[in-house]
């Protein structure tokens, strides 16, 4: 079945650093990718998505690619800031008529000062 | 509404009681999911429900739990004889049609604890 792993957390940076958090998924056929955020005490948000091998998702100076060939969506941010401390989960779908969200187990970002 | 509403928020319960959730999706969203988050597990999905179709129940994960969407609209998630391996953060999201053009929408979750 379709499966997502994630980097394991959790995840510590100073703010200003450069950020990646890996994601891998299997899958068949053309599944799409998302990245939900959720910050504490909140639910989980859609911060971005590609729906297409190559594909950039972007959005709150965050990106992520779809790779296909590597199976890959790491998501990407050049400059931190402690209010992205939040626990980031990646997920596929698998095309534009399914339903069934499949997440990775999640990874803990916290941002120090 | 102008998110997915879930209550309530936080609900403590003591082992072999039934509870009730509750979630309210976005007006005009079709598609209406459950999932369960877990202490250190990622999301796990439990049912879906799309329009008047019979509901997709594989992911429920034994027969103490049950969920209704009434008029197509509000759900209810119903655990019954609770134990305490089912307490965790229960997600509720909605979704125009499916959620594979443009993901889901969450609610804040109710956190459940069984003790």
């Known amino acids: 079945g379709d499966s997502v792993t994630q980097m394991e957390g959790p995840v510590t940076l100073s703010e200003e650093a450069f950020l990646t958090i890996n994601c891998t998924y299997t899958?068949?056929?053309?599944?799409?990718l998302f990245w939900y955020v959720q910050y504490p005490g909140e639910g989980l948000q859609l911060l971005l998505k590609?729906?297409?091998?190559?594909d950039k998702g972007s959005n709150k100076g965050f990106e992520a690619t779809y790779r296909k060939e590597t199976t890959s969506f790491h998501l990407e941010k050049g400059s931190v800031q402690v209010s992205d401390s939040a626990v980031y989960f990646c997920?596929?779908?698998?095309?534009?008529?399914?339903?069934?969200?499949?997440f990775g187990k999640g990874t803990k970002l916290s941002v120090i000062p | 509404g102008a998110g997915v509403s879930q209550s309530p928020s936080n609900k403590v319960t003591e082992k072999g009681k039934d509870v009730e959730l509750r979630c309210d999706p976005i007006?005009?969203?079709?598609?209406l999911y459950w999932y369960r988050q877990s202490l250190g597990q990622g999301l796990e999905f439990l049912i879906y429900?799309?329009?008047?179709?019979?509901?997709?129940k594989s992911g429920l994960p034994s027969d103490r739990f049950s969920a209704e969407r009434t008029g197509g609209s509000v759900s209810t998630l119903t655990i019954q004889r609770t134990q305490q391996e089912d307490s965790a953060v229960y997600l509720c999201?909605?979704?125009?049609?499916?959620?594979?053009?443009?993901?889901?929408?969450f609610g804040q979750g109710t956190r459940l604890t069984v003790v």
């Open positions: 899958a068949t056929g053309y599944p799409s």
């Open positions: 999201a909605s979704s125009l049609k499916s959620a594979g053009g443009s993901g889901a929408f």
């Open positions: 997920a596929l779908i698998q095309g534009a008529g399914s339903y069934q969200l499949t």
């Open positions: 590609a729906t297409k091998a190559d």
């Open positions: 007006s005009g969203h079709t598609a």
């Open positions: 429900f799309q329009g008047n179709s019979a509901p997709d």
